[in-house]
């Protein structure tokens, strides 16, 4: 019974470079969140997806970041031209259904963690 | 903006005494709220909820409070082991998917 996957766990990309992350969800969810954690921060909601669907992404910064859940294969979230400020924790996870109100709790990957340099 | 603030950034508590974490909100929308338990190289571990309708909830060892009026919630856990040694993320939710985390408390427990 796998957890959420994630890889690669490491990511070191110099500036300017594209850095894609992947995120296999457990097995039977098909809703797929990514979180970003800065330095002494707590994780921030990212973007929410469903298989081909983009659902929410109002916490993706507007310009270099994109994310995409197709219907084969894991979920991709895509920097593009990275700089350092980008170097932090990604989280994915995900939930059976819409998490929060039916009480699915999302489970979390190990995370990639990104530097840029 | 942080809505949700851990205020100690570490806990250091003997093998069998209680542990308090405690957790801040400033946004009154929030009405569900959880604990998440952190291990090294892992990601974030579900552990305990309560919602807004409720002041508390007991799971084993583990029980959150709320204090709506104050903004504030706690988790309790009695008696501390040292398997409980981790990082600990407190979370709200206006009751849909965007979780917003405190920055973490870490908790060692001494033998």
């Known amino acids: 019974n796998a957890g959420v996957m994630q890889n690669p766990r490491h990511l070191v990309r110099r500036r300017g470079q594209e850095a894609r992350l992947r995120c296999s969800p457990m097995k039977g969810h098909s809703h797929v969140y990514w979180y970003r954690q800065l330095p002494e921060e707590g994780l921030k909601f990212m973007v929410y997806?469903?298989?081909?669907?983009?659902?929410?992404e109002s916490g993706m910064p507007k310009e270099r970041f994109s994310a995409e859940f197709p219907k084969e294969g894991p979920s991709i979230l895509r920097i593009q031209q990275v700089v350092r400020g980008d170097s932090a924790a990604y989280f994915c996870?995900?939930?059976?259904?819409?998490?929060?109100?039916?009480?699915?709790?999302?489970?979390f990957g190990p995370g990639t963690r990104l530097t840029v340099t | 903006d942080q809505q949700v603030k851990q205020n100690s950034p570490s806990l250091s508590v003997q093998e069998g005494r209680i542990s308090i974490l405690n957790c801040d909100y400033t946004n009154s929308m929030f009405d569900y709220f959880l604990w998440y338990k952190k291990y090294p190289a892992e990601g974030p571990t579900f552990l305990i909820s309560i919602s807004s309708i409720k002041d508390k909830n007991e799971d084993g060892r583990f029980t959150v409070f709320l204090n709506k009026s104050a903004k504030h919630l706690s988790l309790h856990i009695v008696p501390s082991q040292p398997g409980d040694s981790a990082v600990y993320f407190c979370?709200?939710?206006?009751?849909?998917?965007?979780?917003?985390f405190g920055a973490g408390t870490t908790v060692t427990v001494r033998a």
């Open positions: 997806l469903q298989k081909e669907n983009i659902i929410d």
């Open positions: 979370a709200a939710s206006a009751y849909d998917y965007k979780l917003s």
């Open positions: 996870a995900s939930s059976l259904g819409a998490s929060g109100t039916f009480g699915d709790e999302q489970y």
